[in-house]
Every structure is written in C-alpha cells, then in structure tokens.
C-alpha cells in the first residue's frame, strides 16, 4: 500500500435495501460490510441482479439503506449535505448523461466560476485537446461522451469516483483507453474508484480489489489477482465458470 | 336579432342530431357520450341560469362566495385528478386556483375595475377558475411524465451535487409553459381566428361591440394573470412532492 492508501474512507457496516416493487419485497443489496480505503480500486462484480449498481447509489445518497450505515471519513453519509457529499463521492453512470449544449457548458454546470483554463486543464486529464470544449455534445462518441462525463465529475475534485460499468457501450478499444485512463486518475490523486463491472477481464486489468456480489450480498472479496483465479467460495468458482446467471 | 326561447334550442338540437348520425356513419364511439353530453348540458345550463337569475336577484354576499366556493371545489377535484400520481392532488390544485383566482378578482375589485356585484363576480370568477384548472391540470401532468422520462438526466444532476431545484429546475418551467400555452395562444390569435365567447356572448345579447371589446381585454388580463399564479404556485407544490429532503427523486 502506498501511503495514501492506508485510510479507510468509505465503511458499510451491515448495509441493506429493501425496496417493493409490483407488490413483492426485495433486498437489492442484503447485509453488506466492507471497509474502502484510500487510493484503491475496487471491482465490483456479479451476475445481473446482484445488486451491484444499487450499492453505488446507496455510496453516492441517490438512495438511502433501509439498515446499517454507511461511513465516509468516519462520519455517516447522513451527517453530510448531500449536494456537498455528490461531490466528494462522485457517481458515473453506466450511459453518460451530457446536459444540451456544448461539452464546455457541461463542465460549467459543475463549477460555474470555472476557467478556461480549468477546461482545458480538465479536458486533457481525460484524452480530449481543448478544441472539445465548443462541440456540441450531439455530436460526440459515445467513448468521448464517457470521457467527458469523467471530466465532468473530475472538475468537482471528488475523493471517491464511483463508476457503474462506465464502459460498457464502448468498443474494447475504447474500452481499454478508458481504464487506462482511470488507471492513471487513480495513481496521479490517490482517487478511490468503486468500479461495476460484468467482465471479469476488465477487473484482471484494473487490479486492485475485488467484491463478488451474489443476491445483493457480498460473497466473497479479496485482491483481483487471487480472487478471480482462485476464488475460495463456491459461489466464487461457479462465478469463474460462468455459471452464476 | 337571435330569438331565444326553448322552442329555437330544442330545434338547434338537430347539429347534435347531424353529429350523432355523422359519427355512427363513420363508426366514431362516441355516439353515449354525445347523447348524455348534449341533455347533461342542457339539464345544467338550465338550472345555473335559474341559479344566477336567483342570486342576481337576491343580491346576497353568503349565496356569492358559496357560488365561488363550489367553482373552486369542482375545478379543484377536476384538476387533481390529473395529479393520481401523488397523493393531496384536490388540495395541491385548491390551493393553487384559489390564490390565482382570488389574487386576480380581488385586485380588480380593489382597483374599483369591476363592481362587487353578483353578475360581475360569478361569471368572471367562472372564466378565470375554468381557464386556470385547464393550466393546473397541464402542469401537473407535463411535470410528472417529465420528470419520469428524463429520470437519468435528473440523477445526473443530481450526483453531481445539484439540489432538487436546480435538477428539476427545467422541467418546472417547461410544466409552466405548457399549462399557459392555451392562454397565451388565445391572446396572440384573440379577435383574429375568432371572437372570445364573452365577447361574442355580449354582442349576441345586443352589447355595443366597442364595449364588448373593452370587457374582453379586462378578461384576457384576468385570464393570464389568473392562469399564471395558479400554474406557478401548482408547479411549485407538486414538483417537490418528486424528492425528499435529501435531495433524492423520488418519482
């Protein structure tokens, strides 16, 4: 661990949502404990259903756990505001949303008194030159428009980058510039990145740790290496031999 | 000269005939609803202007502000219903057309532009709650299907830690604008596509048309001012029954 990384920042302890849905009652995520520390990344993965993505909205308060607490900084996220916690734990969904109008308006929607210099500064973090900054953002890729939405979410100088499948509907080229990307993000600001992913490939190439999820609970974890060749749960082997639907 | 009697409304009731068979013909299922529409409006214009005729004559404050009171219920009940989606719809729509249709007449009763007389009042308040219900139902519905469909662009917002009102701050104005379109429509075309029913409804009864014209941009005022507020203070209410106090959707 490097020094940054010793921290523990983000801690659910016994974390549960229950949620109904057409009259059934479901827990999306089932009694989860896990402590993140500072400076790491962390793959989350499952089958679909697991719970997954559930668990990313409860870190960034889009939804509150019906039980347990979750801590940040060694506070519950309760005792945050949460437009100020959004920031610092920043969420990136799996299709980037970009506000009308022009990639630079979408940085300006996050800070307002940002300089065009902070643009620029922003826009090459993530791979684009600043000639991005005027285009319209109909007119982007869908990988551009994911890098935009991290630049987008970077300008906000967040602690935590909480990423649900954020290459999902890339190309695997694109796919692989954008975990290098993150990769690099993670190591230049001793960023935490809690990353949904279905590939397990993709969680071999980021490294760091991994979290299995089964039923919205939390199976099995350990570092991504181990896990994902020698996993130790039988949940965790059948996930391997993609068993696990 | 338009003779009125109810010899010359049960003989107009042959367009209704006309309409009946003209549906039937092209198989259009409304031919119920046109029948129990065509009596139903008969049966209650009958007795509101039995109604009116009496409270006219009594001139009675009570009997005028009952008359304003059940305006409001039913266009409040009307209107709610639009608002299924969450619960206090009847309330949320009472409140919003009794502060814009009470704010509007009381201000021109105070600025002595209309006589706080029965025949003044009830109909006036009449155009007013009507028109207004019209918006608040509008809004009500263009927020909710909004907000639902653009659910992502909301959370989106919403995670890059924007409040409930700067994320939703969109779709509340564009709710507004819906539910004034009919107003504002009607004043850009007013006189030019076709006379206002008040006007014509006076120029019929043997009203100067120059008066008529005076009374109708009193109205078209007191509609837009009307519609307005209510529509404002309905937005305001129902969009924030879509988050909770930590600034979560949830719609």
Same mark, same amino acid.
């Given at each position: 661990?490097?020094?940054?990384?010793?921290?523990?920042?983000?801690?659910?302890?016994?974390?549960?949502?229950?949620?109904?849905?057409?009259?059934?009652?479901?827990?999306?995520?089932?009694?989860?404990?896990?402590?993140?520390?500072?400076?790491?990344?962390?793959?989350?993965?499952?089958?679909?259903?697991?719970?997954?993505?559930?668990?990313?909205?409860?870190?960034?308060?889009?939804?509150?756990?019906?039980?347990?607490?979750? #801590?940040?900084?060694?506070?519950?996220?309760?005792?945050?505001?949460?437009?100020? #916690?959004?920031?610092?734990?920043?969420?990136?969904?799996?299709?980037?949303?970009?506000?009308?109008?022009?990639?630079?308006?979408?940085?300006?929607?996050?800070?307002?008194?940002?300089?065009?210099?902070?643009?620029?500064?922003? #826009? @090459?973090?993530?791979?684009?030159?600043?000639?991005?900054?005027?285009?319209?953002?109909?007119?982007?890729?869908?990988?551009?428009?994911?890098?935009? *939405?991290?630049?987008?979410?970077?300008?906000?100088?967040?602690?935590?980058?909480?990423?649900?499948?954020?290459?999902?509907?890339?190309?695997?080229?694109?796919?692989?510039?954008?975990?290098?990307?993150?990769?690099?993000?993670?190591?230049?600001?001793?960023?935490?990145?809690?990353?949904?992913?279905?590939?397990?490939?993709?969680?071999?190439?980021?490294?760091?740790?991994?979290?299995?999820?089964?039923?919205?609970?939390?199976?099995?974890?350990?570092?991504? *290496? @181990?896990?994902?060749?020698?996993?130790?749960? @039988?949940?965790?082997?059948?996930?391997?031999?993609? @068993?696990?639907? | 000269?338009?003779?009125?009697?109810?010899?010359?409304?049960?003989?107009?009731?042959?367009?209704?005939?006309?309409?009946?068979?003209?549906?039937?013909?092209?198989?259009?299922?409304?031919?119920?609803?046109?029948?129990?529409?065509?009596?139903?409006?008969?049966?209650?214009?009958?007795?509101?202007?039995? =109604?009116?005729?009496?409270?006219?004559?009594?001139?009675?404050?009570?009997?005028?502000?009952?008359?304003? +009171?059940?305006?409001?219920?039913?266009?409040?009940?009307?209107?709610?219903?639009?608002?299924?989606?969450?619960?206090?719809?009847?309330?949320?729509?009472?409140?919003? +057309?009794?502060?814009?249709? %009470?704010?509007?007449?009381?201000?021109?009763?105070?600025?002595?532009?209309?006589?706080?007389?029965?025949?003044?009042?009830?109909?006036?308040?009449?155009?007013?709650?009507?028109?207004?219900?019209? &918006?608040?139902?509008?809004?009500?519905?263009?927020?909710?299907?909004?907000?639902?469909?653009?659910?992502?662009?909301?959370?989106? &917002?919403?995670?890059?830690?924007?409040?409930?009102?700067?994320?939703?701050?969109?779709?509340?104005?564009?709710?507004?604008?819906?539910?004034?379109?009919?107003?504002?429509?009607?004043?850009?075309?007013?006189?030019?596509? &076709? %006379?206002?029913? =008040?006007?014509?409804?006076?120029?019929?009864?043997?009203?100067?048309?120059?008066?008529?014209?005076?009374?109708?941009?009193?109205? &078209?005022?007191?509609?837009?001012?009307?519609?307005?507020?209510?529509?404002?203070?309905?937005?305001?209410?129902?969009?924030?029954?879509?988050?909770?106090?930590?600034?979560?959707?949830?719609?």
């Amino acid at each position: 661990m490097t020094p940054c990384q010793d921290t523990v920042i983000i801690e659910a302890r016994n974390v549960s949502r229950q949620v109904t849905a057409n009259g059934n009652i479901k827990k999306t995520v089932d009694n989860f404990s896990y402590a993140f520390h500072k400076g790491n990344i962390y793959n989350i993965i499952g089958p679909s259903g697991a719970g997954k993505t559930s668990f990313l909205r409860l870190l960034n308060r889009l939804d509150d756990p019906t039980e347990g607490k979750i #801590l940040y900084q060694n506070n519950r996220l309760e005792s945050y505001q949460p437009t100020q #916690l959004r920031k610092n734990i920043s969420l990136i969904f799996q299709e980037p949303y970009l506000f009308p109008g022009t990639v630079g308006t979408n940085l300006e929607f996050c800070k307002s008194d940002c300089t065009q210099n902070e643009i620029k500064f922003h #826009l @090459e973090r993530v791979g684009l030159n600043f000639q991005f900054s005027g285009k319209d953002v109909s007119e982007l890729s869908v990988g551009e428009k994911q890098r935009v *939405a991290i630049a987008r979410s970077l300008i906000l100088k967040p602690e935590v980058l909480l990423l649900d499948e954020p290459t999902a509907a890339l190309d695997p080229t694109s796919s692989q510039t954008i975990e290098r990307l993150l990769l690099s993000l993670i190591k230049e600001f001793c960023l935490t990145a809690i990353m949904v992913t279905h590939n397990p490939e993709q969680a071999k190439r980021m490294g760091g740790f991994t979290l299995l999820m089964v039923s919205g609970r939390l199976v099995e974890d350990g570092e991504t *290496a @181990e896990l994902l060749t020698n996993p130790k749960t @039988e949940s965790g082997q059948k996930y391997i031999r993609r @068993e696990l639907k | 000269m338009i003779e009125t009697g109810y010899v010359q409304v049960l003989t107009a009731f042959f367009l209704v005939a006309l309409a009946f068979v003209l549906s039937r013909i092209k198989s259009i299922p409304v031919e119920k609803e046109m029948a129990f529409g065509s009596v139903r409006t008969f049966i209650q214009l009958i007795a509101v202007g039995y =109604a009116l005729e009496f409270i006219f004559n009594s001139e009675s404050f009570y009997l005028v502000l009952l008359s304003v +009171l059940i305006m409001l219920l039913v266009a409040s009940y009307t209107a709610g219903e639009r608002a299924r989606m969450f619960k206090g719809g009847f309330i949320i729509s009472f409140i919003s +057309l009794s502060v814009g249709s %009470l704010v509007t007449l009381g201000l021109m009763l105070a600025l002595r532009i209309i006589s706080p007389e029965a025949r003044y009042i009830i109909p006036l308040t009449g155009m007013i709650i009507s028109n207004s219900m019209n &918006a608040v139902s509008i809004t009500f519905d263009r927020i909710g299907s909004d907000l639902k469909s653009n659910r992502l662009e909301v959370e989106t &917002a919403l995670s890059l830690g924007k409040s409930w009102r700067q994320a939703s701050s969109r779709f509340y104005r564009d709710a507004i604008r819906a539910g004034m379109i009919s107003i504002l429509n009607f004043m850009k075309t007013a006189g030019i596509v &076709a %006379l206002p029913g =008040a006007m014509t409804g006076m120029i019929l009864a043997g009203v100067s048309p120059l008066k008529a014209v005076l009374i109708q941009i009193i109205v &078209a005022y007191m509609l837009l001012s009307s519609v307005t507020i209510s529509s404002l203070a309905a937005g305001e209410i129902v969009i924030r029954k879509y988050f909770n106090d930590v600034e979560q959707f949830t719609g």
